[in-house]
C-alpha cells in the first residue's frame, strides 16, 4: 500500500463541479442522435417518453445507492473502491480494470469526433481529421497538466455553456409552430414480441446516453466535503439530465412527427434544419462541439483517479501515484493518453464501445451488491448520507441491472465472450500482481 503525503490528491474541488463534470460527463451527442433510433424502434410518442423517464428513474435510484457508498469511502476512482472493500482485493482488482479501460476509451473517441465536426465548420481541413484529433488530446493533456484548478474551471464553463445551448434548442422547438404535432396513435400492440424487442432495445441506448451519471464519484477524495457536496450534486446532476433529454424528446416531436424522425440519423440536425433553414445543421454542429468539449475534459479526468487507486493500492505501478504540485496525477494522466493516442491511430471503436455497455452494467451492478454487503459487514463505517429506502431502492437497482445485462448477452454475445476471456486472464495477472507488492 502506497500512502506518501506527497501523493496525496488535493482537496479542492466542491458542489459546483461535481455537478458540471455529472453533466459534462453524461451529456453528449448521444442525445441528438438517438431520438431518431428510438422513434423507429417504439413508434409510439407516449412509450417513447416513457422509455427516458424509466432510464432517468433507473439511474436516479442508481445515484441514491452511490451517494452513501461515494460519502462512507472518498477515495479516488469510485466504484472500484466499494467492491475492493466488500468483496476483497481480487473483485477489486477486475472491477476497478473493467471501469478503467470502460472510462479510457471515451477520450480518444470524442477526440476523432470533434475533429470530424469541426471539418463540417471547415471543410478545406478536411485531409486532417487525425492530426486534428491530436493535436486536441495534446492540448487537454497540457490544460490538465498544469493542475486540477485549471481542468475544474474549464469544465464549469463548459457545462455551463452546454446546458445554455440544450435549453434554447427547446425554447426554439417550442416557439416554432409551422408544424402541429400528429395525432397520437391508439397502440395497443406494446405485448407483441416486435414491440417489447424495440423497448429493451431502446432501453440499451438510452442507457448509454445517461452513462456518465455518476462521474462525481471519481473525484470524492478531492472534494472539499463530499458528506454534504456529493449527494447533493448527484441527485441535481442527475434529475438535471432527466429534465433535459425528456424536453429535447417533446421538443422534437412538437417540430416533427414521429414517422418523420423515425428516419433521421441525426434528430436534431433535422429539426434545426426545419427551424433555423439552412443554418440549422452548423447550429446543431456548435452545439455538438460545446457538447463534446465539455464531455472530453470529464473523461480526460477520470480514467487518471481510477489509475491513481489503483496503483495506490498495488494493482498498477507505484509511480502511478506521483502527484504534481497541482493536484493532478501525473503519471496516471500521462499513461491514459498514450491509450487514447493509440486509440485514435487505430481508429475503431465498435468493438470497444460494445464492451463498455456491458462493464458499465457489471461495475454498477457489484457497486449496488456492495452496498447491501457493507451494510451487513461494516455496519459502524462513517455513512455521512445513508441511502432512502434501503434496501428496497438498492435491490431494485440490482434486479434492473441484472435485467439489462441478460439483454445485453442476448442483443451481443460477442462482448460477453471478450468479457469472460479477460475475466479468465485477469486472475493469474492478479496473482503475480499481488506476490509483487506482498
Known amino acids: 500500500m502506497i500512502d506518501s503525503k506527497k501523493n496525496q490528491l488535493k482537496k479542492s474541488l466542491g458542489l459546483s463541479f461535481n455537478i458540471a463534470v455529472l453533466i459534462g460527463g453524461t451529456i453528449g451527442v448521444g442525445i441528438l442522435r438517438t431520438p431518431g433510433t428510438i422513434a423507429g424502434l417504439l ?107 485549471n481542468g475544474s474551471a474549464i469544465q464549469q464553463i463548459t457545462s455551463f455553456l452546454k446546458v445554455i445551448c440544450f ?101 436534431a440536425a433535422d429539426v434545426a434544419n426545419i427551424i433555423f433553414g439552412k443554418n440549422g445543421a452548423i447550429i446543431v454542429t456548435v452545439i455538438s462541439i460545446f457538447s463534446l ?34 493536484g493532478t496525477p501525473i503519471v496516471a494522466l500521462l499513461v491514459s493518453s498514450l491509450f487514447s493516442l493509440f486509440l485514435i491511430c487505430i481508429g475503431s471503436f465498435e468493438v470497444l464501445f460494445s464492451f463498455a455497455a456491458f462493464t458499465s452494467i457489471i461495475v454498477w451492478g457489484l457497486a449496488y451488491c456492495s452496498l447491501l454487503k457493507l451494510r451487513v459487514t461494516e455496519p459502524n463505517l462513517p455513512r455521512p448520507y445513508r441511502s432512502i429506502w434501503y434496501p428496497w431502492t438498492t435491490i431494485i437497482a440490482i434486479i434492473a441491472s441484472l435485467a439489462l445485462l441478460i439483454g445485453f448477452v442476448y442483443s451481443d454475445p460477442k462482448s460477453f465472450i471478450i468479457i469472460v476471456i479477460i475475466t479468465l486472464i485477469s486472475y493469474p495477472l492478479f496473482w503475480v500482481l499481488n506476490r509483487k507488492k506482498k
Open 43 to 149: 413508434d409510439n410518442y407516449w412509450l417513447i417518453i416513457a422509455s427516458w423517464l424509466f432510464g432517468g428513474l433507473f439511474v436516479l435510484i442508481g445515484a441514491n445507492s452511490y451517494a452513501e457508498l461515494a460519502t462512507m469511502l472518498p477515495k479516488a476512482g469510485g466504484s472500484y473502491n466499494y467492491i475492493k472493500r466488500a468483496f476483497g482485493d481480487y473483485a477489486g482488482f477486475l472491477s476497478g480494470w473493467f471501469d478503467y479501460i470502460t472510462n479510457a476509451i471515451p477520450p480518444a473517441f470524442y477526440c476523432i469526433v470533434i475533429s470530424e465536426y469541426i471539418i463540417i465548420l471547415f471543410p478545406n481541413l478536411g485531409n486532417y481529421a487525425t492530426a486534428i484529433a491530436i493535436s486536441l488530446l495534446l492540448a487537454f493533456v497540457l490544460l490538465h497538466l498544469t493542475g486540477v484548478k
Open 167 to 267: 435549453v434554447a434548442l427547446v425554447v426554439a422547438c417550442f416557439m416554432y409552430s409551422g408544424i402541429k404535432l400528429a395525432p397520437i396513435p391508439k397502440d395497443n400492440s406494446f405485448f407483441q414480441i416486435g414491440l417489447l424487442f424495440g423497448f429493451f432495445k431502446s432501453l440499451q441506448l438510452i442507457i448509454g446516453t445517461y452513462n456518465g451519471w455518476n462521474s462525481v464519484c471519481f473525484f470524492a477524495e478531492e472534494n472539499e466535503n463530499p458528506g454534504k457536496n456529493i449527494p447533493k450534486s448527484l441527485y441535481s446532476g442527475v434529475l438535471l439530465v432527466v429534465a433535459i433529454y425528456v424536453l429535447l424528446n417533446i421538443a422534437f416531436f412538437h417540430v416533427l412527427p414521429i414517422e418523420t424522425l423515425a428516419k433521421s440519423n441525426l434528430a
Open 293 to 326: 468539449i465539455s464531455i472530453l475534459n470529464a473523461f480526460m479526468m477520470i480514467p487518471p483517479r481510477i489509475l491513481y487507486g489503483l496503483s495506490r493500492d498495488g494493482f498498477f505501478t507505484e509511480k502511478g501515484t506521483t502527484v504534481n504540485q497541482g
